[in-house]
């Protein structure tokens, strides 16, 4: 019995679906609560299991009921499955495609029962078409989580994570189709983007490596998380990873980002507390190692909404962790997180703060064999470690006075914090010294023992001027502690002072005379000023001699050029009377001689000998 294939062959009414063909209906087929009136010959011919169920179940008497409440896809799949078996036209898309493969499977439809059956049809158009593509791989995957286990037996669900991982190791989805977002969409020769080969006259917008992360934050985190896997076993960067699994988190945990996570304008519903517990200890195990594949931020933000969801303690174990690896790339504010436990011991989590301090201090002095000692000499003065551990001194002295003034910040915990830092990484103590004073004005009731155990953290060589004259006038310090900052600042004075008569003393070597006596180093300090005056009029009066002489050497040479002039015509020199040429030899010297005596009037006497020679080398050119 052949049935005539039409497109509306099957109808619904209501709960039912009846066939239209004329025929009365001799066989039921129960799919959940849908009832389908069918025939047998065209079932039979098209599924090895149908046929089966309709030999056990036929009654001449009565119609055929058999129950599928099994089948894969439910009566969807099994509507699409009764119009192919009746030989109307299917419409395959990635939406149905993977329901139909499966409800195809369960029911035995092979190319022993009839050539071109419904399994070979659903197998090449998934493997031609679903597979090539990446919006459709995407859509076919996200069908997949209502058909477990059967697409995972299938092997349809690691068939399309292999082609996503494929293509988004490509920086161009251009290649493959349009993806489910604007990256990347196929061009024309002119740039603009096509639809079904029709120009659009859009552009379309530069692509990056993250331009699939938000496509596959659609895709349940079962299914997400073996996409990853997948990722990771073909060398995908590091930083690609985990760049994905940061826009995944803040997509479905509310509280890393602290506001409305949107998908294209509408609301994405949030997990319940659980679900996001689960789905952020799982975050933590695929994310990469290594330092630096995450921002601080982020793992942070990670780690603060772990203490909230309370995850268990491996994970945030893990996050403290990660964050000390780079804690000199923390910013204050991130840092500020309350305890969210019922006791009221401190509003701040000082512990968890103290734990990540100590990984980083311990990655640091493994790293490349350094020690504090190594860190301490000239040879490290702007190294990148001892970069790093300043940098990780001030954000610890800048958070210790931020949650300073809580009352119920215990001394010992400051004090434990506080010294963690080493001595070496803090040129100055400035901002330790801020942090203590602001304590010991929230914390007035503080004991002596306790303030001036406190203050013992300060090193007071190591405070600048200002905080010294602050520390000077501060009634909240111990007398102890202002006594000690005052004699370190009468230290400092007195080696500033020193210093300076020392630089006096050492200019040029020379030691000023003064009534014939050399002057000792127990000079009182009107005389070493005097010293200083005359040394730099020294110096002034050394440098215009030295510019006078190189005046008088080119001088000099325009004398000799114009003699060597007047030798050619040495007849005429000669024919002039030697009384003449003794005046203007005369001439010149006491031309000279009076500049000389101008000078030596303004030089004290120094420039005398000079302006002598200066004559002496006149007459003796002339003589020449």
């Known amino acids: 019995m052949k049935l005539e294939a039409k497109p509306d062959a099957l109808q619904r009414q209501g709960p039912a679906w009846f066939c239209t063909n004329g025929i009365p209906s001799d066989v039921t087929v129960e799919v959940g609560e849908m009832m389908f009136h069918l025939h047998k010959f065209p079932l039979l011919s098209k599924s090895d299991l149908l046929e089966k169920l309709i030999k056990e179940n036929t009654d001449e008497e009565k119609n055929t009921v058999i129950k599928l409440h099994d089948v894969p896809g439910g009566a969807e799949a099994f509507e699409l499955v009764a119009k192919f078996c009746y030989g109307a036209k299917l419409e395959l898309t990635s939406s149905n495609i993977v329901c139909l493969r499966c409800a195809a499977e369960h029911l035995q439809m092979t190319e022993e029962i009839a050539e071109g059956n419904l399994i070979a049809q659903t197998e090449i158009f998934f493997n031609q078409v679903i597979l090539h593509g990446w919006k459709d791989s995407l859509k076919a995957l996200q069908t997949c989580d209502e058909l477990l286990p059967h697409a995972e037996n299938l092997q349809i669900i690691k068939r399309c994570i292999d082609s996503l991982a494929v293509k988004a190791c490509c920086m161009d989805p251009s290649l493959f189709g349009w993806p489910m977002v604007e990256h990347g969409a196929k061009q024309s020769p002119g740039g603009s983007i096509l639809w079904n080969g029709i120009s659009t006259g859009a552009r379309p ?14 895709l349940s985190f079962p299914i997400y998380k073996k996409l990853v896997s997948t990722m990771k076993s ?47 200890e799982e975050i933590d195990e695929l994310l990469p190692l290594h330092k630096g594949v995450a921002s601080t931020k982020v793992l942070l933000g990670l780690l603060r909404t772990a203490i909230i969801l309370q995850a268990n303690t491996s994970c945030i174990s893990s996050l403290e962790r990660r964050v000390g690896m780079q804690l000199d790339q923390a910013d204050l504010e991130d840092l500020l997180f309350p305890t969210f436990a019922y006791s009221m011991e401190s509003l701040y989590n000082v512990d968890c703060v103290q734990r990540m301090l100590d990984h980083f201090l311990t990655m640091e002095q493994a790293s490349e064999g350094t020690s504090p000692g190594s860190l301490c000499n000239e040879q490290s003065i702007g190294s990148p470690a001892l970069l790093k551990i300043t940098n990780v001194a001030k954000l610890i002295d ?38 203590i004073d602001i304590y010991l004005k929230a914390h007035s009731w503080l004991s002596e023992s306790d303030k001036e155990q406190l203050c013992r953290l300060i090193d007071c060589q190591k405070l600048s001027l200002e905080a010294c004259t602050h520390a000077a006038q501060n009634e ?22 020193a210093g ?82 003794f005046k203007i030899r ?15 009037k303004s030089r004290n006497g120094i420039n005398s000998q000079a302006a002598n020679q200066d004559c002496e080398i006149k007459a003796a050119v002339l003589r020449r």
Not at 236 to 263: C, D, W
Not at 419 to 434: E, N, T
Not at 476 to 497: D, G, I, K, M, N
Not at 586 to 600: F, M, N, P, T
């Open 205 to 218: 917008a530069d692509c990056s490596s993250d331009w699939w992360y938000e496509d596959v934050s659609s």
């Open 234 to 280: 073909r060398n995908m960067r590091q930083e690609i990873v985990a760049g994905s699994l940061t826009f995944y988190a803040k997509r479905y945990l509310p509280g890393l980002t602290r506001r409305h996570n949107l998908a294209h304008g509408a609301l994405i519903a949030a997990p319940s507390d659980q679900e996001q517990r689960h789905i952020l």
């Open 398 to 435: 800048g958070y210790l006075a931020e949650i300073a003034p809580d009352i119920n910040f215990k001394p010992t915990k400051f004090q434990a914090l506080a010294s963690a830092i080493p001595d070496y990484a803090r040129p100055l103590d400035d901002g330790l010294y801020r942090a």
């Open 476 to 497: 909240r310090l111990p007398l102890r502690v202002v006594a000690q900052v005052l004699f370190f600042e009468q230290l400092q004075l007195r080696t500033s002072v």
């Open 500 to 581: 300076c008569l020392l630089v006096s003393d050492s200019i040029d070597g020379l030691r000023p005379l003064r009534n014939g006596i050399a002057c000792s180093g127990e000079a009182s300090g009107e005389f070493a000023t005097t010293t200083v005056k005359e040394n730099k009029e020294l110096k002034v009066g050394l440098h215009d001699v030295r510019m006078r002489m190189y005046e008088l050497e080119e001088e000099c040479t325009s004398m000799k050029q114009e003699i060597s002039k007047l030798s050619q015509g040495r007849s005429s020199w000669l024919g002039i009377p030697k009384k003449f040429r």
């Open 586 to 600: 005369l001439q010149i010297c006491r031309a000279h001689k009076d500049s000389v005596s101008e000078q030596q």
